[in-house]
């Protein structure tokens, strides 16, 4: 982005925290651990950057008669109509039914009105699109979609870039993925200041994971697609494409149905590459509660929780970033954030994890290979 457009950006500049817990939890000399800590956005999730960019360019296109329109699970409709908020335009986010009242009561609280349409994301989008049409000056926000949603996430990367110690680059990044979205950002945030040779690692849990199969059958994977999962070819970015059926993960803020073909792409397409990682919605549960409660005090959703895996279990992060004898790696995970968490939920998540701490190891797969990682440590 050029300079005057980040001048006169709505997003916030968030904090990156040195974690001396998480660092020192993984060996001190081994690896710096860094936090972007997005939760701390005015709709506590990184999709305000990309939404409030998508929404900032509208607004200039129509002027004051643009209506935002906007189909969500949950995050990308609270950022939309923050954003309509601030400048003071109507917004309709349309929802799937059953939505939390806690969300609903945010929404309402922005000024925003709530529409609940389908079951699931794709026929509550399906919902959205015919409003459009019979709305004069009416744009439909993306959720994840969208070159211009990545354009502003991208702007994360440039913060951290500066945030750094001067001279130091991370040896990786890490960060959750469900449609794209923020991936797609931090692809081409590493692009813009020159670090594309820099190590991603895209993290989701195994009930949700349209991305992870997308790739694995773009790379020649000869393995059985799973149940629940079929494939389709874009012929546009000429990549296939996993069309996962029915969402079994509780981590919803990742339940895409499919995965941005323009982010399937360019991950495959980068020169440091992107390490597609799932891991069971147990473990997320777990470390959503260390985060909040033992370590650095935020509720974070399931979906976020998965980015920060890697940090709590050293015998993964060693196989996704092997440490080097004399050197200490630095790593970035980006706390994505959400607004789908609380107390009680952590209370919930507890008891799961209890019982489920009583059944053997926990099972990751990272590009295509099974660990087993210990559920105690």
């Known amino acids: 982005m050029s300079r005057e457009q980040l001048e006169h950006h709505l997003w916030s500049k968030t904090p990156l925290l040195f974690s001396s817990y998480l660092s020192t939890r993984l060996g001190p000399e081994e690896y710096a651990v860094y936090l ?51 400048f003071g335009i109507p917004c309709t986010i349309f929802l799937p039914h059953g939505v939390d009242a806690q969300t609903l009561a945010f929404l309402h609280n922005v000024g925003a009105s709530v529409v609940e349409a389908g079951q699931f994301y794709l026929e509550t989008l399906r919902a959205a699109e015919a409003a459009v049409q019979t709305q004069p000056d009416a744009v439909l926000v993306p959720s994840y979609d969208h070159p211009t949603l990545w354009e502003g996430h991208a702007s994360m990367i440039e913060e951290i870039q500066t945030q750094l110690p001067r001279g130091v680059k991370p040896a990786a990044m890490f960060c959750s993925v469900g449609g794209g979205g923020l991936l797609g950002g931090v692809i081409r945030g590493c692009s813009d200041v020159g670090w594309d040779d820099v190590p991603v690692v895209a993290l989701e849990t195994h009930g949700s994971a349209c991305f992870y199969h997308s790739v694995e059958a773009n790379r020649g994977c000869t393995g059985t697609t799973p149940a629940g999962v079929a494939l389709r070819t874009d012929d546009t970015c000429g990549v296939r494409i996993a069309h996962v059926t029915e969402i079994k993960s509780k981590a919803t803020s990742l339940g895409a149905s499919e995965p941005s073909a323009g982010v399937v792409r360019a991950a495959l397409n980068r020169s440091g590459g992107v390490k597609c990682v799932t891991v069971p919605d147990e473990m997320t549960m777990q470390l959503a509660g260390a985060f909040a409660a033992d370590d650095h005090k935020f509720l974070v959703e399931l979906a976020c929780s998965a980015t920060l895996v890697p940090a709590y279990k050293r015998e993964l992060l060693a196989r996704l970033v092997p440490p080097s004898v004399g050197e200490r790696k630095t790593l970035v995970f980006v706390v994505c954030g959400g607004f789908k968490i609380s107390q009680q939920d952590l209370v919930e998540y507890s008891q799961i994890v209890r019982e489920d701490q009583k059944r053997g190891k926990w099972g990751v797969v990272v590009d295509g290979e099974l660990l087993h990682i210990d559920k105690l440590n």
Do not use: D, W
């Open 36 to 86: 972007k800590l997005e939760n701390l956005q005015p709709s506590y999730s990184f999709k305000y950057r990309g939404i409030s960019l998508f929404i900032q360019r509208a607004l200039a296109i129509h002027g004051p008669a643009l209506r935002i329109v906007c189909a969500s699970g949950g995050n990308a409709g609270l950022a939309a109509a923050c954003t309509a908020q601030a």
